[in-house]
C-alpha cells in the first residue's frame, strides 16, 4: 500500500525549547504511525539563539527515528524585495530556504507542509508552485499580518497583509491553531482570496502529551506558591515605558488594537501581591512566585521594583521534562495575556494553556476575551481575572486560596480528562493527517 510522502519544514524544532517546536515536533511523532513518510526540514541544532529558542535536547529524544531529519546551517542572508518584520531571521535563512525548494525538487513529496513562523519562507512558494506534484499547506501557528502582537508599525500593516493574501492564494490548504484566527481571516481575507476556506482551511491547535502527566504528583507545599513557565516580555513593564516611548509605540499603532503588553510581563501579578499584604496579611504570607524561563535584566528589575521581590524565585530554564514536574506540584498556574479593548477578540492561546491544564493544578487566567479564556473556562480550577488589574489578580488569588483550603480543587485532572481529551497531540496529528489526505483528494489549487 502507498504511503504518502510528507515534507515537514519547520525553522523552528528540537532542541529548540518553547510552544514553536513542540508543534512539528508532535507531528513529526505522530504522522509516521499514521502511514505518512516523514521528512523534516530544519536547522541546524547548534545556531545561535534568542531568548525564545533555548536548547532542550529532552525534546529530540522524544521524537524517536521515525522520521527522517534533514538540517540545514543557516549563514547568509535571504534577499527579500520588501522590508519586513523579520530582518533578523532574514539575515541568516537564505540557505534554509534554498533547501526548501531542492529538498523538495529532490524528494519530490505528496505534501509540504511548511509551520510558521518565520512568515519570510512565504517567499519560497511561487518557486515550490513551479515544481508542480506537491500539495503545499501552510500551518500558521500565529495568524501572520493579523497578529496584534509583534512590533509591527502601521505603515508596514498593508504590505504585510498583501503577503499574507499572496501566500494563501498559492498553497492548497491552510491550517489555524484558533478557531478566532480562522474566523478573522475570513473576515479580513475571505472576499476574494483564490483559497476555498471552506474545504481548503482547519484549526489544529497546540496540545499536551498524556504520558508527561501520567502518575501520581506530589502534592503542593503549605505555601501557596504560584508558577508561571515561560517568558515573560518585561520590556512592556511600566518601569521601561517612558513618556516618550508611550507616545511613539501610539504613533507606530496607529489604527491597530490597542493592545496593553505589560499583560505578559509579572508587573500585575506582584502588584496584586502588594495589595494583599494590606487587604489579607495571612494570604500574603504564604504567597510565593516561582518563574520558570529565560531572566533577563528587565525582568530582574521588573521583580526588583515589585512589592515583594523577597517572595519571588527566578529559576531560568528547565528542560520541558523538568518543567513538567514543577508544573504538578505548585499550588497554582500564572497564565498571563495582554489587555485588549472590549469589543475585540484575543487570536492567540498560549502554548502552555493546555500543558496547565492537563498538570490538574489551579489556574490563574489573566486573559483577555478569546479561545484561551473560552477553554480555560469551560474546566474546573481556574479564576479568569484581568491581565492588567493588580485589584482583579487580587481578587482571584483570594478566592483560589478558599477553593484550595476548602479542598474544593482535588482531583482536577479527573474533572478536566473529558474536556481535555481532544487537546492530546496523538489525537491532534489524527486530525493533522486526515486534513492532508483530504488536500491530497482534491485538485492542486494550480489545476481548479
Known sequence: ??????????????????????????????????????TVLTRSSDHPRSRYEPRDDGLLESIGDASRLIRVEERA???????????????????????????CERLDPDVVLITMSPFITASVLPALRKLGRARIVLDLRDPWALDPWPDRPFWRQPGELRRMREALDLVDGVVLNTPESLLRI??????????????????VTNGFTASDFSGPAPGPSERLEILHCGTFLCEHASSQRTPVRRVVDRLRRIGQPRLDRSGRTPEHL??????????????????????????????????????CPEQVELRGYLEHSRMVERLRTASALFLPCGALPPSSRELIVPGK????????????????????????SSMPGCYPCVPNSPESIAESIRELDRDLS??????????????????????????????????????????S
Open 1 to 38: 500500500m502507498h504511503r504518502p510522502s510528507l515534507l515537514l519544514v519547520a525553522w523552528y524544532f528540537p532542541p529548540d525549547g518553547g510552544a514553536g517546536s513542540q508543534r512539528p515536533a508532535s507531528f513529526a511523532r505522530h504522522l509516521p504511525d499514521l502511514g505518512w513518510e516523514t
Open 77 to 103: 542572508p535571504l534577499e527579500l524585495p520588501h522590508g519586513g518584520v523579520e530582518r533578523t531571521i532574514a539575515s541568516s535563512c537564505g540557505p534554509f530556504c534554498s533547501s526548501i525548494e531542492h529538498t
Open 186 to 203: 475570513r473576515r479580513v481575507l475571505g472576499r476574494g482570496l483564490a483559497l476555498d476556506l471552506e474545504r481548503r482551511a482547519i484549526v
Open 270 to 307: 506582584l502588584a496584586a501581591a502588594g495589595l494583599l499584604r494590606r487587604t489579607d496579611p495571612s494570604i500574603h504570607e504564604r504567597l510565593r512566585f516561582h518563574f520558570i524561563g529565560q531572566a533577563d535584566d528587565r525582568l530582574r528589575d521588573c521583580v526588583a521594583r515589585s512589592p
Open 353 to 376: 494553556t493546555y500543558e496547565y491544564l492537563a498538570s490538574g493544578r489551579p489556574i490563574l487566567a489573566a486573559l483577555p476575551p478569546g479561545d484561551a479564556l473560552d477553554l480555560v
Open 406 to 447: 476548602a479542598g474544593a480543587l482535588d482531583g482536577l485532572a479527573d474533572r478536566r480528562a473529558n474536556g481535555l481529551a481532544p487537546y492530546e497531540r496523538g489525537h491532534l496529528a489524527e486530525r493533522l493527517s486526515g486534513f492532508l489526505n483530504r488536500i491530497l483528494a482534491l485538485p492542486a489549487t494550480c489545476d
